[in-house]
T-cell receptor, first 110, second 114 residues
């Protein structure tokens, strides 16, 4: 019940494409859903986050879609660029504890 | 502003040795978290502190692991004795008080136990 399942494990898109990363959770007590971006040799950095009372949130080229009834949420990256190549983690939190998905390694080809 | 600072960045040591990882959180942040990242298990929360007090250590794998936060600007994660299965990247993160404040991660310590 504490797990967050993330897919796909890896993703390759062409520049300008729209990669979509999906996550699912079971525990309805989760109250905050952030996405983190991690580059090699660096720590994860917060990209965008959403609360369960909102169905969509956009920040620049990044959009989270949230389906509370299905207990699923996803990250869309519009007009993807080679500089977006990184590992992306979804997460869910209860209080201060973050439960991370397994990560998606994204490669954006020029 | 300085971010979360971890040291050392890399540590290679032999099985059985004591390992100490260090973390300096962002000034003013009163929550500090220790995570471990491996290919098999992903990013796992080990322990977190609030105002230097350990709040939840349920993620600490076993008694060989211990963490302390003697003051608001310093924390350590110690492994004694170390084992090859402890090889991982260990991250420290900090956040400020208030609802859903983002956690700011350091760049991690890559630990290899031979």
């Amino acid at each position: 019940q504490q797990q967050v399942k993330q897919s796909p494990q890896s993703l390759i898109v062409q520049k300008g494409g729209i990669p979509i990363i999906n996550c699912a959770y079971e525990n309805t007590a989760f109250d905050y859903f952030p996405w983190y971006q991690q580059f090699p040799g660096k720590g994860p950095a917060l990209l965008i986050a959403i609360r369960p009372d909102v169905s969509e949130k956009k920040e620049g080229r990044f959009t989270i879609s949230f389906n509370k009834s299905a207990k699923q949420f996803s990250l869309h990256i519009m007009d993807s660029q080679p500089g977006d190549s990184a590992t992306y983690f979804c997460a869910a939190s209860m209080g201060r504890k973050l439960i991370f998905g397994q990560g998606t390694e994204l490669s954006v080809k020029p | 502003d300085a971010g979360v600072i971890q040291s050392p960045r890399h540590e290679v040591t032999e099985m059985g040795q004591e390992v100490t990882l260090r973390c300096k959180p962002i000034s003013g942040h009163d929550y500090l978290f220790w995570y471990r990242q491996t290919m098999m298990r992903g990013l796992e929360l080990l322990i977190y502190f609030n105002n230097n007090v350990p709040i939840d250590d349920s993620g600490m794998p076993e008694d060989r692991f211990s963490a302390k936060m003697p003051n608001a600007s310093f924390s350590t994660l110690k492994i004694q004795p170390s084992e090859p299965r402890d090889s991982a990247v260990y991250f420290c993160a900090s956040s400020s008080t208030g609802g859903n404040q983002p956690q700011h991660f350091g760049d991690g310590t890559r630990l290899s136990i031979l």
